[in-house]
């Protein structure tokens, strides 16, 4: 065993027997997602284990090397991949690598006492056997103190199954999942406030306060839903999503947001209810921060987001067709909208392949070269493969596991022509742009102006059709949508996925829509959702004048799906986390994940090294079967690919939000927008 003298940069060598304790962990832990963790390393040739002092966050590759083998940092650096290689995945390698962590979980109201323990763990790209683990799991527990209980956690779906004809009498486990169920915190965006405090213990509580919620207020409740107006911070008291419509939102407006496991226990100790407190979260810390503080007066700031006005880009109102999606592309958004712009432009990319999708593969990641012997594995190439025989795979494997379903989108200008079609609706839509110069937005000092936003909506759900309107629509169904018994009809506007202001769920999507007549009330339904109460008060808040804004339509073939979900193409639990996908999957629908009403599983899918690993089940009771998690893995690479051909700039990184459906053995891409990280 070997620990750090504070004293001296060198390490020591313990004696053999001389257990790990719990003392002894405490002294040299690092923190980590709110848990204290210790690397360790175990040399086979001097049957030797080393505890590292892990408070300055020393990676294990850097121990290895240079304590261990004397190597400088630059004959490190120079051979990173080949010495990678060696430690983590040669199977009659000298050192086997693992960090471990400690857990308490409370008390039951059983009155069963808090349990302690340590979970053993190899990161999640070592490709340690059944044989490997089970030698390293019993090394390690014969260096630790008897009384801690040692546990060993898989570091992916591969060595989960592993385990599986392991006793766990001989080898206790516990699976990621069962640990993030159990945590305490989360924190899912950075930040501080300084605001009032307005605590509720459900939902329902809060839909009866006659008090509207307010720019100053931080809302406390189980799962914040969606609809909630402009705040300045979130706490969650139940677990959620990253990737729900209200936190994607929150993550956008730049507030602080966590969920936060007793802390409306913790409110009514200190009394904080109704009152107005500092709040922070930090992404490495071990809980949220609140504290009592003094009102903020009538001249205290209003958040970031009210003061950097968004910029939108002004609507091409030009009489232009319905067009099915496949004859879009990218910069069709300033007449189809964001959504539309992206699905068409995916549409083209995935049957004629793009210059840019081996993008984030291609660049030097130092001391690396490139990532490409890392895609060329997943492909199942050999590492030097060129990228003329990457871009041939790549090929393939989108063609043979990806597709949009298709569609048409009425553009912005059919918008117009319908809204200056009813000089009533006409009228109504100028009394409240006129309402809004004088500045008053609804749900604020004036409640007149949501009457108007109603009022609006109410007419155009009602006004007369005009008949080429109607007409042209039903020509596009007939010769694009030809036999889809069901489509869904989505919105596409140019006041959403902008940066600052996601607009995530705040326009109308209509599912299981069946008949021309059912398209068209439907697409009135979306056009009025451009118009609702909050979607004027929240473009309002972030400087989006009316007149600038119009609402495109989707109409697109209905699939019938297995699985659905989002992904993100990064880790919005780990910023620096460049290897992983973060997928939440519903065995139900999409709508599941994104509403924030049910508790999606969580995966993340490694699209370096490859695995995959469950963090969290949500509501499900089991797992995805074996055949799913492949068809996840490999929808997770493409969307790394995809991040690299949507990205605005060379450097390949900015990460893309898509939803999905698994509909067989294939994967239909239903929407593609950029992921807007906090900070």
């Not at 060598?13 to 001389?18: A, E, K, M, T, V």
């Not at 009152?275 to 700031?301: C, K, M, S, T």
């Not at 694009?480 to 959403?496: P, W």
């Amino acid at each position: 065993m070997t620990r750090s003298d504070r004293n001296d940069a060198t390490t020591r060598p313990r004696l053999p027997g001389d257990d790990l304790t719990l003392e002894d962990f405490s002294g040299l832990a690092g923190h980590v997602g709110g848990y204290p963790y210790v690397k360790i390393v175990f040399d086979r040739e001097e049957s030797v284990l080393h505890f590292i002092d892990s408070a300055d966050g020393t990676l294990h590759v850097k121990y290895v090397g240079c304590e261990i083998l004397g190597m400088s940092i630059d004959e490190l650096a120079s051979r990173l991949d080949s010495f990678n290689d060696d430690v983590y995945r040669n199977p009659d390698r000298r050192f086997y690598l693992g960090t471990l962590a400690l857990h308490t979980r409370a008390a039951a109201e059983d009155g069963d006492r808090a349990d302690t323990f340590l979970s053993l763990e190899t990161v999640d790209v070592d490709t340690m056997s059944r044989e490997m683990l089970r030698f390293f799991f019993h090394r390690v527990r014969e260096h630790v103190d008897p009384a801690l209980r040692l546990v060993l956690k898989p570091a992916g779906h591969q060595q989960e199954g592993y385990l599986a004809d392991i006793p766990e009498s001989e080898i206790p486990r516990v699976l990621s999942h069962e640990l993030y169920s159990t945590a305490s915190f989360v924190p899912l965006s950075a930040g501080a406030a300084h605001g009032r405090l307005r605590v509720y213990r459900s939902e329902e509580e809060y839909r009866a306060d006659p008090e509207p919620l307010e720019w100053q207020d931080i809302v406390v409740m189980p799962r914040v839903p969606e609809d909630i107006p402009r705040v300045s911070g979130i706490i969650h008291t139940e677990h959620t999503t990253p990737l729900s419509h209200i936190n994607v939102m929150a993550t956008g407006w730049g507030i602080p947001n966590a969920v936060g496991i007793g802390a409306l226990e913790r409110i009514d100790r200190a009394g904080l209810a109704g009152r107005w407190v500092h709040y922070r979260v930090e992404a490495d810390g071990g809980d949220l921060l609140l504290e009592a503080a003094e009102p903020g007066g009538p001249g205290e700031a209003r958040p970031a987001l009210a003061a950097e006005r968004i910029t939108v880009d002004l609507p091409d109102l030009a009489p232009t067709a319905v067009t099915p999606l496949s004859e879009l592309r990218e910069g069709d958004h300033v007449r189809f909208g964001t959504k539309a712009a992206n699905l068409g432009e995916l549409t083209h990319l995935l049957q004629h392949g793009s210059p840019r999708w081996l993008g984030f593969y291609q660049l030097p990641r130092p001391p690396r070269a490139d990532l490409l012997r890392y895609l060329a594995r997943q492909l199942g190439l050999p590492e030097d493969a060129d990228a003329v025989e990457l871009d041939d795979a790549v090929r393939i494997l989108v063609k043979e596991y990806a597709h949009v379903p298709r569609g048409i989108v009425l553009p912005f200008s059919l918008q117009q022509g319908f809204l200056d079609s009813s000089p009533e609706l006409r009228a109504a839509v100028d009394r409240l742009d006129s309402a809004l110069r004088d500045g008053t937005p609804p749900g604020e000092e004036g409640p007149r102006t949501e009457e108007l936003c109603l009022d609006v909506q109410r007419l155009i759900r009602t006004a007369p059709l005009p008949e080429p309107i109607r007409a042209e629509v039903d020509r596009a169904l007939d010769r694009h949508l030809y036999g889809a018994r069901v489509q869904v009809v989505r919105s596409s506007s140019n006041a959403e996925d902008l940066p600052g202001f996601s607009a995530a769920g705040l326009y109308e999507s209509v599912a299981h829509v069946s008949g021309p007549e059912a398209v068209l009330d439907a697409v009135r339904e979306v056009w009025a959702s451009l118009f609702s109460p909050r979607a004027v008060l929240l473009r309002s808040q972030a400087g989006i004048p009316l007149d600038h804004c119009r609402m495109a339509v989707i109409v697109q073939e209905q699939v019938g799906a297995t699985v659905g979900g989002v992904l993100v193409t990064c880790n919005p639990l780990s910023p620096q986390d460049f290897r992983n996908v973060y997928l939440n999957i519903s065995p139900r629908s999409v709508t599941d994940v994104v509403s924030g009403r049910g508790a999606p599983l969580q995966y993340l899918c490694n699209t370096m090294e490859g695995g995959s690993r469950t963090v969290s089940l949500g509501s499900a009771a089991t797992d995805l079967d074996a055949g799913t998690k492949d068809l996840v893995r490999r929808l997770a690479l493409i969307s790394r690919l995809l991040q690299a051909h949507f990205s605005p700039d060379e450097t390949y990184a900015a990460p893309v939000d898509i939803e999905w459906a698994i509909d067989g053995d294939g994967v239909s891409l239903l929407q593609l927008r950029p992921f807007r990280t906090a900070g």
